[in-house]
């Protein structure tokens, strides 16, 4: 416990700039800034020096952090204060020396609002500095811990330089209280090409005795990240989850995760929980595995692989970033660890056996819907070895619902995840790829960007599968829109009344397919597969009724 400033956010600040190796603080005097100040002196491994004039204060601080090595911070008060740095952080900038900026600001909602000492400040110094974070007057201690350790990783990443923080402050600004101040650091480690053994091992060292949760994100196929996931599926203590798209076709891999979640109860889901997630890859497309890691123990911590300048805590508990290839990073690790302190692995794995086979059994039993249809698709393109691409909203979920090990390859627009661009998308992935591509789509997206198939290049490999259920269906399972009268009108998008797929197909040059049952589905594959032309195959569905049945199926995994 110490006394100091009642602002969380400033004394979290000030104990994330010492764990981070500030030694020094340069501050000039102010109200608004008074809070920073408070909390930096009462940081007792932060030495302070006032400077009244900012130009001065900040070239005092670039001259403190040239020489030592260490990164500075240098703190003002709102208004044309923070500008009198920019000489000082322009020549930081261009000598790659670490400067922190942390200036007080007014609330948002009072600049340009004629009020005393109130300017545009987030920003304003962006042109000489690396990255400006703005932290809201209502921002939570986990956003506001984030997007100072992302600030100061910035500044210490290669190449060097100085960086903004730019803190909202609301009255009171003065009052004090015993607080014990404990913001979650995030560390970062920036390895050039392998670790070296002492890294390696001391890492090992850290995770062994632990249970660990590899996620996988989407990502390009590689023999060496297989390998080594391999290994690590096997070890007792480790637990391996990979999306659709993460193409990852491990023995022991948990590739339903929403199947696994859905079917336990919340005790056991509880019981699940790792002490360390290592995660890579694209952005999680499971929104109950965001949901359950996000609601996990304080305890957890996440460790993030890959090449990323930014501080992506997706799941709420990051601790560490590793910028570096994931499949040298994986492969090193899985020789430092040692196995056999947990029963992780066979507890995960027996409650996954389960979830399969009552999935499988709901599944078979299944009548006719749009996921069915495209389980039906996916196996298609299994054992064809097609690469496949999906198109956003439900599409790429439902994949997660069937074996897809056959598949060369399996992508789509994770980044961002819109729908605007993934008929495009997989031509221009078909044109650059040895393989037939099959794109799986719903209606709305395929109708989207439905320009994208226009190109004269079109190979004749291209599928395209369109499964037409009356519009986007996620909006018919999300919660927040599937009770709104609004849903069919606005939401759902129908396809223009009297636009016929067929006249689609044939003004592209595709040859036509549709099914509207498991039996047609299974009739035409043959010949839609063996084209000699890009071709489209429509499968009709019941937008309305798949959406129950989806619904159904998660609810019935517990039973």
């Known amino acids: 416990m110490i006394t100091t400033t009642t602002k969380s956010v400033c004394r979290n600040l000030a104990a994330l700039l010492s764990a981070h190796g500030v030694r020094r603080a340069v501050v000039s005097p102010g109200s608004r800034n008074a809070p920073l100040i408070v909390a930096l002196n009462r940081q007792r491994d932060i030495a302070l020096t006032e400077v009244v004039d900012e130009r001065s204060a900040a070239f005092v601080a670039l001259g403190m ?39 007080a600001d007014r609330p948002s909602e009072w600049i340009d609002q004629a009020d005393s000492q109130t300017m545009r400040q987030c920003g304003a110094l962006s042109s000489v500095t690396k990255k400006c ?36 402050l609301a009255p009171p600004l003065g009052r004090i209280e015993e607080a014990e101040v404990r913001p979650r650091v995030i560390r970062m480690m920036e390895p050039r090409g392998d670790l070296r053994y002492e890294q390696v091992r001391a890492l090992g060292e850290e995770l062994n005795g632990r249970r660990i949760l590899i996620v996988a994100g989407g990502c390009a196929p590689s023999p060496r990240l297989h390998r080594a996931l391999g290994r690590m599926a096997s070890m007792p203590d480790v637990v391996v989850v990979g999306e659709p798209t993460s193409n990852l076709h491990v023995r022991g891999l948990v590739g339903d995760v929403d ?18 997630v290592v995660s890579f890859g694209l952005p999680v497309v499971s929104a109950r595995l965001k949901n359950w890691l996000r609601a996990a123990p304080e305890s957890m911590e996440h460790w993030a692989l890959g090449y990323d300048s930014l501080t992506s805590d997706t799941f709420r508990h990051l601790t560490m970033r590793i910028n570096t290839d994931p499949a040298v990073f994986l492969s090193q690790l899985a020789g430092a660890l040692k196995s056999g302190a947990t029963n992780y692995r066979d507890s995960v794995a027996g409650a996954y056996l389960t979830a399969v086979g009552r999935r499988n059994d709901l599944l078979g039993r299944m009548p006719w819907a749009d996921f069915m249809a495209v389980g039906r698709l996916l196996r298609l393109g299994a054992r064809k070895g097609w690469d496949v691409e999906l198109s956003n909203g439900m599409t790429v979920r439902y994949a997660a619902l069937f074996d897809n090990s056959g598949i060369h390859r399996m992508s789509g627009n994770r980044g961002i995840s819109g729908i605007e661009g993934s008929t ?50 996620i909006f018919r399972i999300v919660a927040n829109t599937r009770s709104l009268d609004e849903r069919e009108r606005f939401l759902a998008c129908h396809k223009p009344v009297g636009v016929s797929w067929a006249d689609v197909a044939r003004s592209y040059g595709l040859d036509f397919f549709e099914a509207s049952s498991f039996v047609e589905l299974d009739s035409v594959a043959a010949e839609f597969a063996a084209s000699g032309r890009p071709a489209m195959l429509v499968v009709h569905t019941d937008g309305p009724e798949s959406a129950k049945l989806y619904q159904q199926y998660f609810n019935n995994l517990k039973q």
């Open 65 to 103: 952090a040239a020489r030592s090595g260490v990164p500075v911070a240098i703190c003002c008060t709102s208004g044309s204060a923070l500008l009198n740095y920019a000489p000082a952080l322009a020549e930081a900038f261009y000598r790659h020396v670490p400067l922190i900026v942390v200036s």
């Open 133 to 168: 974070v703005d932290i809201a007057v209502d921002a939570s201690e986990v956003v506001g811990d984030r997007l100072v350790n992302e600030a100061v990783l910035s500044a210490l990443q290669e190449p060097r330089g100085p960086v903004h923080i730019n803190v909202q």
């Open 259 to 276: 199947s696994l979640l859905a079917s336990v109860t919340d005790d056991v889901a509880e019981s699940f929980y790792p002490d360390v």
């Open 424 to 473: 495009s998308t997989a031509v221009g992935a078909a044109l650059a790829s040895q393989h037939p591509t099959l794109l799986i789509t719903g209606d709305t997206s395929a109708f989207y960007d439905i320009a994208g198939l226009a190109s004269t290049d079109l190979p004749s490999g291209f599928r395209i599968a369109i499964i037409d259920n009356g519009g986007g269906n």
